[in-house]
């Protein structure tokens, strides 16, 4: 069982940038490929990135190429995004979800709230 916990949100203004944490514990961190999603008021969750487990490629929506990152330490447990040049339609909860197949995701972290004012 793996248990996620996310920080790093916060309030900015537009065009600012944030970093987001991700700390996994309870399973071998190496082992799980990790993403990032985000769910805006009234809307579906969504896919922002995720980093393979492998090879560390990385996946981003179109929506955010250029402007977010997604890195992972292994030796921390961590994963990160690095978000960057932030527009008020990145307001969102912000969750880490950790996958040990190439299917499903298995396990949530509880999110973290960015905001992004105009």
């Known amino acids: 069982q793996v248990q996620l916990a996310e920080s790093g949100g916060g309030l900015v203004q537009a065009g600012d940038s944030l970093r987001l944490s991700c700390v996994a514990s309870?399973?071998?961190?190496?082992?799980?490929?990790m993403g990032w999603f985000r769910q805006a008021p009234g809307k579906e969750r969504e896919f922002v990135a995720s980093?393979?487990?492998?090879?560390?490629?990385?996946y981003y929506t179109d929506s955010v190429k250029g402007r977010f990152t997604i890195s992972r330490d292994n030796a921390k447990n961590m994963v990160y995004l690095q978000m960057n040049i932030l527009r008020p339609e990145d307001t969102a909860v912000y969750y880490c979800?950790?996958?040990?197949?190439?299917?499903?995701?298995?396990?949530w972290g509880q999110g973290t709230q960015v905001t992004v004012s105009s």
């Open positions: 979800a950790a996958r040990g197949g190439m299917n499903s995701w298995d396990y």
């Open positions: 980093i393979r487990r492998n090879d560390g490629n990385t």
């Open positions: 309870g399973g071998t961190f190496r082992n799980y490929g």
